[in-house]
C-alpha cells in the first residue's frame, strides 16, 4: 500500500491553511457587506433568548401565544420609552447647561495654558483656542442625528425579526447537543450580564447624585450600556465624568475624587470579582480571545459589533470544537493550547467466557447389568 511522503503531507497542510484562510477572508467581507441584516438578526435572536421563557410561561397559563407575545412587547415598549425618556432629559439637561460647561472650560483652558507658560512651556494659545473653539459641532450633531434614525430602523427590523423568532414555541433540545449547550451558555451570559449591568448603572447614578455631580443619571445609563462591551466599555464608563468633575467649581478636590474612585470601585469588584464568580467557564472564552474579538467584530460591525462580540465569538467556539479539523482552533480560543486534550479510551472488547464442556452421558442401566454377567460367567 503507498504510503504518503513527507512532502506530500506538508502540502496537504498547506492547502487546507490556505484554504481556511480564504474562507474566513470572504465569510468577514460577506458579514461587513451584510451588516444591515446581520446585526438586526443577531440582536433579535438574542433578545428573543430573554423573551422567549417569559411567553411560554404566560402561555402555559391559559393565554393565547399572540396575545402572550403582545403583553410582553407591551412591557418592553413601555421600558423602552422611560430608558428614552431619561437619555432624553439628561440630554435636555446637557444643553440647557452646555454654556455653562463652556465657560468652565474657557477658564479652565486659560489657566492651564498660563500655568504652562509660567513654567516655560510654549502651548501655542492662539493655535490651540482656534482648535478648540472652531470645532465641527454641527457636523457632531448631524451624525448623533443620524445614528439615533439608524436606531430606530433597526429597532423596527429587530421587532419584526422577534415577532417571527417567538411565534412558535421552540421544542426543548435534546440533552447533550449542539444547541443545547449554545442554549445554556447564551441564556447564562444574557441573563447575569444584564442584571450585573443594571446594578451597576443604578449604583454609579446613586454615588455621582450623592456627590452632587450634573448628569449623573445620563452617567448611570451609560455605565449601563457600555457594560455590555467587554473591558473597554468599563474604562470608558469610569472616564466619562471626569471632565464634568474637573470642571464643576461647587465640587472640592475630595468630592472630584471619590467621583472617580467610587465608580471605578464599583466596575472593578462587579466586572472583576462579581461576574466571574457567576459566569465560571459559562463562555470559555481567553482573555486574549475576548480582546481579539473585541477587535474584530468592531472592525466589521462598529459598536454593535463590540456589543455583540463575547456571545458570538462564545457561539462561534461551540461550533468549531465540534469538528476534528477546527478543534485545534477552538482549544486556542478557550486558552487551553498547553494542555493535552483528553482522549477517552477504546470501549474495551466484550469478554466472552468460555464454553462450558458438554455435560457426560449418565449410564445405560441395562448395559451396565449386561457387563455384570458376563463377569459372572
Not at 179 to 199: G, T
Amino acid at each position: 500500500m503507498h504510503q504518503p511522503t513527507d512532502s506530500q503531507d506538508i502540502n496537504r497542510r498547506v492547502l487546507t491553511i490556505s484554504t481556511v484562510l480564504i474562507a474566513f477572508i470572504m465569510g468577514a467581507a460577506a458579514l461587513h457587506w451584510l451588516r444591515p441584516v446581520m446585526i438586526p438578526f443577531i440582536l433579535a435572536l438574542f433578545f428573543a433568548y430573554l423573551l422567549a421563557p417569559i411567553i411560554d410561561w404566560i402561555e402555559q397559563r391559559g393565554v393565547n401565544r399572540w396575545l402572550a407575545i403582545f403583553v410582553v412587547f407591551f412591557v418592553d415598549l413601555i421600558g423602552f420609552i422611560l430608558f428614552f425618556g431619561l437619555v432624553s432629559s439628561s440630554f435636555k439637561e446637557l444643553s440647557e447647561d452646555f454654556p455653562v460647561h463652556l465657560e468652565r472650560f474657557k477658564r479652565f483652558m486659560d489657566y492651564s495654558i498660563e500655568f504652562f507658560n509660567k513654567n516655560g512651556v510654549n502651548v501655542g494659545i492662539d493655535t490651540l483656542k482656534q482648535h478648540i473653539f472652531e470645532l465641527p459641532f454641527t457636523k457632531i450633531v448631524m451624525g448623533m442625528t443620524n445614528t439615533i434614525l439608524k436606531l430606530l430602523s433597526n429597532t423596527f427590523l429587530i421587532l419584526i425579526f422577534m415577532v417571527y423568532l417567538l411565534m412558535k414555541p421552540n421544542p426543548k433540545p435534546r440533552e447533550g447537543s449542539i444547541r443545547a449547550e449554545i442554549d445554556h451558555r447564551i441564556k447564562r451570559y444574557i441573563i447575569i450580564k444584564v442584571s450585573l449591568s443594571a446594578v451597576t448603572g443604578i449604583l454609579v447614578a446613586l454615588i455621582l447624585s450623592a456627590l452632587r455631580v450634573d448628569l449623573a443619571i445620563f452617567f448611570g445609563l451609560m455605565a449601563f450600556v457600555l457594560n455590555f462591551i467587554p473591558s473597554v466599555g468599563s474604562i470608558i464608563a469610569t472616564l466619562l465624568p471626569l471632565p464634568i468633575v474637573l470642571l464643576d467649581p461647587n465640587l472640592s478636590i475630595w468630592m472630584g475624587l471619590l467621583a472617580f474612585f467610587l465608580p471605578g470601585a464599583v466596575q472593578l469588584t462587579i466586572g472583576n470579582v462579581i461576574e466571574p464568580k457567576l459566569q465560571g467557564d459559562s463562555l470559555e472564552l481567553h482573555p486574549i480571545t475576548i480582546l481579539l474579538a473585541l477587535i474584530f467584530w468592531g472592525m466589521l460591525w462598529g459598536i454593535p459589533g463590540m456589543f455583540l462580540a463575547m456571545p458570538v465569538t462564545a457561539v462561534l467556539r461551540v461550533f468549531l470544537d465540534q469538528l476534528d479539523l477546527t478543534r485545534p482552533a477552538a482549544r486556542l480560543m478557550a486558552g487551553h493550547l498547553g494542555q493535552a486534550p483528553v482522549i477517552a479510551p477504546p470501549p474495551a472488547a466484550p469478554v466472552t467466557p468460555p464454553a462450558a464442556p458438554p455435560p457426560l452421558a449418565a449410564p445405560d442401566k441395562r448395559s451396565s447389568a449386561q457387563g455384570r454377567k458376563k463377569k459372572r460367567r
